[in-house]
């Protein structure tokens, strides 16, 4: 059996990596992939992005399901044309992807089947959100109401840096059209984690708990990023909060959904705000798996990835089971260096070569590649993107996770690379505390 993965990052190469693992699985090809999954047994890069000509090699080779990873593709509709041409594909249609592509769509939503989340206004005229800021008063977070590769969200302490915001978005345009709208949401204090399930459209299978770690540098300190590494499972998610988000939050997306009309298939993303009073309320959804959660989940996963996809494709998730390795996995992100704002490309990346040997003989750890790619002299590994490397392994606990994360990581080196040290941090001293 042929499959294709769609995308090019460290999510998608460990989707890729975990599905070829399958016995029932000849080949599966990463579109566009990077060097990670150029050089992984099992995978093969290709170079195409544009839908129809996707479509047109997945009936030539006969591939029997595709896999979407990022967001943009499910944004322009990939799973509705693929479903057109009559070919299996895993990812909501385009009314569904609106719980990302739109964050307005999705707060109306919530507050339609009455989904906890912050308390909002939405905005197209500068003066009257300027007004509601200077009534509100900051701590506030503004967010674009469209995709804006992760540089769409504000976190205002202070009522200038709300009001900045604002002019950056709506004013001066920065995010184009992605900041036509906005929405000003209330601050919740908290500790966020992510939960992220697969749907049929029907029942729904909970994936491992994780935590992402946005900010840049120690501490939750820096600028936002796109994640600078996750681990898995969350250890303060209890059983009793777990019931409470699968209860209050993802039963009513997925039914709420089909109440309108809207089957959704795929992975979910809730990302949730754990307040102090131990409820959940959801910051945002994602239509896709997350990165870097992905690759610690997936290393945890031992249930073979392509039978729980057929089961959400067929309508069957009711019937899956679904297994995971006891151990803790935790993954450290390699930037490049300027991350997030204006990443250095090109330079090259020494030590892989011999963990990447390694790793095929050992299931502890992998290294997945996202901002990677062959250098010109069709050898070298060289960067090629803001996040470069996500170094992922297990351990009994967070903390052993860690160091064998940091361990690894250690082996690695390329010019002016950025990496947090504390990756976990809030899980280790859980554990610790208990």
């Not at 209330?186 to 770690?213: K, N, R, W």
Request: glycine share 10%; with cysteine.
């Amino acid at each position: 059996m042929k499959l294709l993965v769609i995308g090019g990052g460290g999510r998608e190469h460990a989707l890729a990596w975990k599905l070829s693992r399958s016995p029932r699985v000849q080949k599966v090809y990463v579109a566009p992939g990077n060097a990670g999954t150029a050089l992984e047994s099992g995978l093969e890069n290709l170079a195409l992005t544009a839908i129809p000509e996707l479509i047109e090699f997945a009936q030539k080779e006969h591939i029997a399901i595709t896999v979407v990873g990022p967001e943009i593709p499910l944004a322009a509709g990939i799973v509705d044309a693929f479903q057109d041409a009559g070919l299996k594909i895993f990812g909501p249609i385009r009314k569904a992807a609106q719980l990302e592509t739109s964050k307005i769509f999705a707060k109306n939503f919530m507050q339609r089947h009455r989904i906890p989340t912050a308390a909002y206004a939405s905005f197209t005229d500068p003066s009257q959100a300027h007004a509601y800021i200077d009534q509100h008063g900051a701590p506030l977070v503004i967010k674009a109401d469209g995709l804006a590769a992760g540089k769409g969200v504000v976190v205002a302490q202070t009522i200038e840096q709300a009001h900045d915001a604002i002019n950056a978005m709506l004013v001066e345009k920065n995010l184009g059209g992605a900041g036509n709208e906005i929405v000003i949401e209330e601050y919740l204090p908290g500790i966020e984690v992510s939960f992220i399930v697969m749907s049929d459209g029907e029942h729904v299978v909970p994936l491992a708990t994780s935590q992402d770690h946005k900010r840049l540098q120690d501490g939750d300190l820096g600028p936002n990023t796109g994640g600078m590494g996750a681990y898995s499972p969350v250890p303060f998610v209890s059983p009793s909060l777990h019931a409470q988000i699968m209860r209050n939050i993802i039963d009513p997306v997925i039914q709420g959904l089909k109440e309108e009309g809207i089957r959704y298939t795929g992975f979910l993303y809730a990302g949730l705000m754990i307040t102090a009073d131990d409820q959940a309320k959801v910051l945002e959804f994602n239509c896709r798996m997350g990165d870097p959660e992905t690759e610690p989940i997936m290393l945890r996963l031992k249930t073979d990835l392509l039978t729980l996809i057929e089961h959400a494709i067929n309508g069957t998730l009711d019937k899956a089971e679904i297994e995971w390795d006891h151990r803790a996995a935790l993954g450290v992100v390699m930037a490049a260096q300027g991350y997030p704002e204006n990443p250095g490309k090109g330079d090259v990346i020494n030590g892989l070569t011999e963990l990447m040997a390694e790793q095929e003989h050992r299931d502890e750890f992998h290294i997945f590649h996202a901002g990677s790619s062959i250098g010109e002299d069709g050898k070298s590994i060289v960067t090629s993107g803001g996040r470069v490397l996500c170094v992922t392994a297990l351990g009994e606990n967070v903390k052993m996770a860690q160091q064998t994360a940091y361990r690894l990581m250690d082996k690695i080196h390329f010019e002016g690379y950025q990496a947090r040290h504390d990756i976990g941090h809030q899980g280790i001293h859980y554990q610790r505390k208990k």
